[in-house]
Structure formats: structure tokens, C-alpha cells
């Protein structure tokens, strides 16, 4: 399987609680629904076309429990986003959650970078991330994550996690698809590309 990862950065690279104010407030964090006024019907098609995709999740315990206390009160059987993540597989990557109850859903809880590897060799379509900042920069730095879905929003927030924090192995990204929307957000999708390579424009005669 691919495995994608799939997320929402303010222009200063917050991904932390996009979706509602009390989603995630570790670290004083107080921007939470950062997204909500940029909320548009592109993004709602291009959630459901790549949600039909997945053939199973991988998420960090945090998006985990956020999206374990929504998405199976969402029972309508035509929206993509509940029906894909009520019934496919679910991995959640965590050291101390003692269980999960949400249907069809296993613990990682060690030798991560292996139990990832052997799925993403399973044979399927995609492996789907989302958010899970801590789990996909792990993820990152370990060349294990093949597309890159960023929604980067028109808001400058000066505080809170980041995707791409300083630390981060080097990496080359090559741009596949960009579009923007009506709200201001623009939709980069990227993968991978190796290290980076370097050169010196002094030298150009």
C-alpha cells in the first residue's frame, strides 16, 4: 500500500487543531478552528475522492481519539469520510493506550518502523495518515511516507506544532498537482524525491 499523509498548515506551518478550539490545547495552544472560516465545497470534494481510496488508516493516539469520539456518531451512509473510517482498518500508533474500541481498529505499540513497514507492503491502495504530526514526522525522517497532501491556509498563527519542524531529515519534494481554492487555501500534493541537491550561483559566469 502507498502510504499518504494528509494535512492542514497554517502559512506558518501550524497543523495543530485545525478543526475546533478545544481539539488540541497542549502547549497553551489558543488558535484551535483555525480552519473553520476557510471551510469550502473544494475541500469537501477532495476529501471524499481521496478518503475512497484508502483501503486502511494509520494515525497517532492524539488523531485517534480525536476522530474515535466523532466519527462513529456520523452514521449517514453516503458521507465518505465516516463510512471509510468507521469500517477499513485502523492502526494507531501509541505506547500507552491499553485498548481500542473503536470497530476494526489495532495497537502499535512498538517496533513502529517495522509493524509500518509490513503494512505498507501489503498489497492495497493507500495507507492513509492524517494529521498525527508526531507519527508523520517519524515517518518523514524515515523516507516512509510516499505523498505528501498539504492544505495551506491564508492564516499566520505564530504558535503551535509544526509538520516541519527544525530537525527534520533533508528531503527533495517533487510538486505533482497544486490548485487553490475559492477561501485562499492552496492544495500542494508532493512526493518524495531523494536528498536535496545543492549548487552556488557565484559560480555562474
Request: with cysteine; hydrophobic share 35%; net charge negative.
Amino acid at each position: 500500500m502507498k502510504i499518504t499523509l494528509a494535512t492542514y498548515l497554517s502559512l506558518d506551518g501550524v497543523m495543530q487543531a485545525p478543526g475546533t478550539p478545544t481539539e488540541d490545547t497542549s502547549g497553551g495552544f489558543e488558535h484551535g478552528g483555525w480552519q473553520f472560516p476557510y471551510a469550502d465545497e473544494e475541500l469537501e470534494i477532495y476529501t471524499d475522492r481521496w478518503f475512497a481510496e484508502a483501503d486502511a488508516f494509520l494515525l497517532g493516539r492524539r488523531t485517534y481519539e480525536i476522530f474515535a469520539a466523532y466519527w462513529p456518531t456520523v452514521t449517514d451512509p453516503d458521507n465518505v469520510v465516516a463510512s471509510s473510517l468507521n469500517t477499513l482498518p485502523k492502526y494507531v500508533v501509541s505506547t500507552t493506550l491499553g485498548r481500542a474500541e473503536w470497530h476494526n481498529t489495532a495497537i502499535i505499540g512498538s517496533d513502529v518502523l517495522k509493524e509500518v513497514a509490513e503494512l505498507r507492503d501489503r498489497p492495497g491502495r493507500e495507507l492513509q495518515i492524517h494529521g498525527s504530526g508526531t507519527l508523520a514526522r517519524t515517518l518523514l525522517d524515515h523516507g516512509m511516507i510516499d505523498e505528501l497532501r498539504l492544505w495551506t491556509y491564508p492564516v499566520v498563527l505564530g504558535s503551535g506544532m509544526r509538520l516541519f519542524e527544525p530537525g527534520r531529515t533533508p528531503t527533495a519534494m517533487r510538486l505533482v498537482e497544486t490548485r487553490p481554492t475559492g477561501s485562499g487555501c492552496v492544495l500542494s500534493v508532493y512526493r518524495p524525491a531523494g536528498r536535496p541537491t545543492y549548487g552556488d550561483f557565484s559560480e555562474e559566469g
